[in-house]
C-alpha cells in the first residue's frame, strides 16, 4: 500500500524575470511588469508531497518532523527574505520563474530525502497561480 503525506511551508522572495540575453523591450514584452529591473515580491506557498509505503514497525510513512527540518534547511533557510536572482546561487543562470523555482527546490530535497520516496512539489506564486512539479523529465 502507498500513501502520500504532505507538508506545508511559506517563504518570501523577490525575482526578476529576464533575459539577459534581450533587450528591456523584448524582456517587458514577454515577462511584463515581472521584468522590472528594481525586482518584485511573492508570498510562496508550498506544499511537499512524499510517497511511499507505510513502516510497519513505526506506523510511519515518514516522520514529519524529518521532513519539517528538510524543507527548512533546503527551502527556507535558502530562499525566504532572498532575492532569488541575486542571493540563490541556483538561479545566477537560470530565470526564477515559479516553474524553474519548483525544480530547484525538488533538486534541494530530493537529494536529501530517503530514495525510496517519491517527490511532488506543489509552488504557489499567488493563491491562483501554481505549478506541480514530480522530478518528470
Known amino acids: 500500500m502507498r500513501i502520500t503525506a504532505y507538508r506545508k511551508a511559506h517563504f518570501n522572495a ?3 524575470l529576464y533575459r539577459p540575453d534581450w533587450d528591456d523591450e523584448r524582456n ?3 515577462f511584463g511588469k515581472c521584468s522590472n529591473p528594481n525586482y ?3 508570498n510562496y506557498d508550498l506544499i511537499v508531497g ?3 509505503a507505510i ?3 513505526t506506523g ?3 516522520d514529519l518532523k524529518i521532513l519539517k527540518d528538510i524543507i527548512k534547511n533546503e527551502v527556507e533557510t535558502a530562499f525566504d527574505h532572498k532575492n532569488l536572482n541575486l542571493e540563490v546561487p541556483e538561479f545566477a543562470a537560470l530565470n526564477p520563474t515559479v516553474e524553474n523555482i519548483a525544480v530547484v527546490i525538488y533538486q534541494k530535497i530530493k537529494k536529501v530525502l530517503d530514495p525510496k520516496f517519491d517527490l511532488e512539489i506543489k509552488l504557489y506564486e499567488t493563491p491562483r497561480n501554481f505549478v506541480v512539479y514530480k522530478g518528470e523529465k
Do not use: F, M, N, S
Open 40 to 42: 518584485h515580491g511573492h
Open 50 to 52: 512524499v510517497t511511499g
Open 55 to 57: 513502516d510497519p514497525e
Open 28 to 30: 517587458k514584452q514577454v
Open 14 to 16: 523577490a525575482h526578476r
Open 60 to 62: 510511519y510513512l515518514i
